[in-house]
């Protein structure tokens, strides 16, 4: 029997829902997936052991953890510890937040799109931290180029998000763009990088469904940004659009929540 070779992807990988749910759509489409994970000093490190569980879990050989240390960059809660994690902080949609959803939903398109100018200092919260998606694609694009993979997937999502700047259509468009440009197996003209983002324009209810329907592991997923004694906040932004998420879907959540009070 012939052994026919399966083209690889390079999957970004947290050991969240999202990711998770990219991870599994890659292993659908028949790809040989190598899951990249970074240790980055983030508050929320236990999502690293989730992660290694999911992995387990899919029998996937080819784990990749990669360490940073981006609490010398500091600018976020979620590597600054002085700097508290907002609570509570998205309980209730706005009308500018339901019309910005239902124009990406519609067109792909985010309003003002290539102008920063119109996003304004307020709709990003402190816990993005600086640069995070453009620093974690390069080493992917740098672990694909190595490993002559075509394809990245990010679990990026812009319909029930937090405001991250890196999670937009036309940022990932411009990365891949860029990728093309500056990588030899590229200008060489030895493969083409494809950056894939399959749950940009879901809800998470939608997430959750498809999480379901193609067997994704929801119970060994981890979202929240600031774990108590172990189990996850509910308070933060993370938490809370999960836990939405999952009251939509009308399908309980397994996360195991502090009890505040």
């Known amino acids: 029997m012939i052994d026919i070779k399966r083209d ?43 992660a290694k569980k999911i992995v387990e879990f899919f029998n996937i050989k080819n784990h ?13 809660a979620l590597v600054d510890l002085s700097i508290g994690v ?8 706005t009308a500018k937040n339901k019309t910005q959803r239902n124009n990406i939903a519609e067109t792909g398109e985010t309003e003002g799109a290539g102008n920063a100018r119109s996003i304004k200092p307020d709709d990003i919260p402190i816990t993005y931290v600086p640069a995070r998606n ?26 029930d998000y937090s405001g991250y700047p890196d999670c937009r259509p036309d940022y990932l468009r411009t990365f891949e763009k860029m990728a093309n440009l500056a990588t030899k197996v590229s200008v060489t003209g030895e493969i083409s990088f494809k950056i894939n983002a399959p749950l940009l324009k ?12 193609i067997g994704v592991p929801i119970e060994l997923t ?8 172990g189990l996850a906040c509910g308070v933060c932004d993370s938490c809370i659009i999960r836990q939405k998420g999952f009251s939509q879907a009308g399908v309980i959540d397994p996360t195991k929540y502090y009890k505040h009070g």
Request: negative net charge.
């Open 8 to 50: 690889k992807a390079v999957v970004l990988f947290s050991g969240g829902l999202d990711s998770s749910t990219t991870l599994k759509i890659a292993i659908d489409e028949g790809l040989d997936v190598i899951p990249l994970t970074f240790f980055y000093n983030q508050r929320h490190k236990i999502e690293i052991e989730h």
């Open 64 to 76: 990749i953890i990669i360490n940073l240390d981006f609490s010398e960059i500091k600018g976020s």
């Open 86 to 93: 907002p609570k509570n902080r998205i309980k209730n949609d």
């Open 134 to 159: 453009t620093i974690f694609l390069s080493y992917a694009i740098a672990v694909a180029e190595v490993n002559m993979a075509s394809n990245i997937f990010i679990g990026a999502n812009y319909i």
């Open 202 to 213: 879901l809800t998470k209810k939608d997430i959750i469904k498809r999480a379901l329907e």
């Open 222 to 229: 981890y979202s929240c940004y600031d774990p108590i004694e």
